[in-house]
């Protein structure tokens, strides 16, 4: 079996499309409120019914990030939260025993400063499944791509409405899956979408081999339904993180029943975002 079959993440979409099922994939910034109740977090998410999920490295000028992940961001940041931190995360989730495939979401400077071949290494060690990195353009990611298919972590691309030959162009070489944007400018909770999100997700899937997710803006369940029957997964990241600085209060706590009761309450709100079969 070579390394891309083995990947985890193409496993989950294989069982999922057998059951008529769409992915749940949360993303959490890591490090929000401390490393610790991260841990915690990615714990709940997979009992809330994640499939897969993305653990965001906490980033001082983000691209890609709307207001609430940039305040996610800056709290982590506090704590002097790094790149290896994250992955630690993700190490200390394993052995909690949470199964689900992770993926790091990160900028590409951490990891051109920590040195690709050495990235990859410990992405390998962590158990990662994949990588995003939204400010790295197709045009210049042939290093970092030619590392990853030899390591066997899927380089996951993003693609935004444009013209239909650099979608084709974008979805063709995915690996994993390929990150649909569904509505223009950075991410954040939205009440309407792209105009022409069907046809643009039609264009992305004729393109791709891989599975097609949604992302940017999906805050809530009936989002995530009307999502669920044009594409494999939606990813829910803003919606998620709010929820836990609504919860700091309760998270911070020294106390572990009212940190708990906090973890409980952002638990919740993930399971309620969790589509229903598309068999019906």
């Given at each position: 079996m070579s390394l891309a079959t083995a990947n985890k993440i193409d496993a989950v979409f294989a069982e999922l499309k057998a059951k008529g099922e769409t992915a749940l994939i949360p993303f959490l910034?890591?490090?929000?409120?401390?490393?610790?109740?991260?841990?915690?977090?990615?714990?709940?998410?997979?009992?809330?019914?994640?499939?897969?999920?993305?653990?965001?490295?906490?980033?001082?000028d983000p691209?890609?990030?709307?207001?609430?992940?940039q305040r996610a961001s800056e709290r982590a940041l506090t704590n002097k939260i790094s790149l290896i931190d994250c992955m630690?995360?993700?190490?200390?989730?394993?052995?909690?025993?949470?199964?689900?495939?992770?993926?790091?979401?990160?900028y590409f400077n951490p990891a051109l400063q920590l040195g690709l071949e050495r990235f990859f290494a410990l992405l390998k060690e962590?158990?990662?499944?994949?990588?995003?990195?939204?400010?790295?353009?197709?045009?210049?990611?042939?290093?970092?791509?030619?590392?990853?298919?030899?390591?066997?972590?899927?380089l996951i691309p993003l693609v935004a409405p444009t013209s239909e030959a650099r979608v084709e162009r974008i979805a063709s070489k995915a690996r994993g899956f390929v990150y649909c944007v569904s509505s223009l400018g950075v991410t954040g909770v939205r009440s309407s979408f792209h105009e022409g999100i069907e046809s643009f997700l039609a264009t992305v899937r004729n393109a791709a081999s891989v599975p097609i997710c949604v992302g940017f803006g999906i805050s809530?369940?009936?989002?995530?339904?009307?999502?669920?029957?044009?594409?494999?997964?939606v990813i829910v990241g803003s919606a998620i993180v709010r929820q836990v600085e609504e919860a700091l209060p309760q998270l911070r706590s020294p106390d572990e029943a009212v940190r708990r009761a906090g973890v409980d309450a952002v638990r919740s709100f993930i399971a309620g975002l969790k589509p229903r079969s598309r068999r019906s």
């Open positions: 910034t890591m490090g929000d409120p401390d490393l610790a109740v991260s841990v915690e977090l990615v714990q709940a998410s997979e009992a809330a019914g994640a499939h897969m999920i993305e653990l965001g490295v906490p980033y001082s691209l890609a990030d709307g207001p609430v992940i630690g995360v993700a190490a200390e989730a394993r052995r909690r025993g949470v199964q689900m495939p992770f993926i790091l979401f990160t962590h158990d990662f499944s994949g990588v995003i990195i939204p400010d790295l353009p197709i045009e210049e990611d042939g290093e970092v791509r030619a590392i990853a298919e030899r390591t066997g972590i899927h809530s369940r009936e989002q995530a339904e009307r999502f669920s029957g044009l594409c494999d997964g």
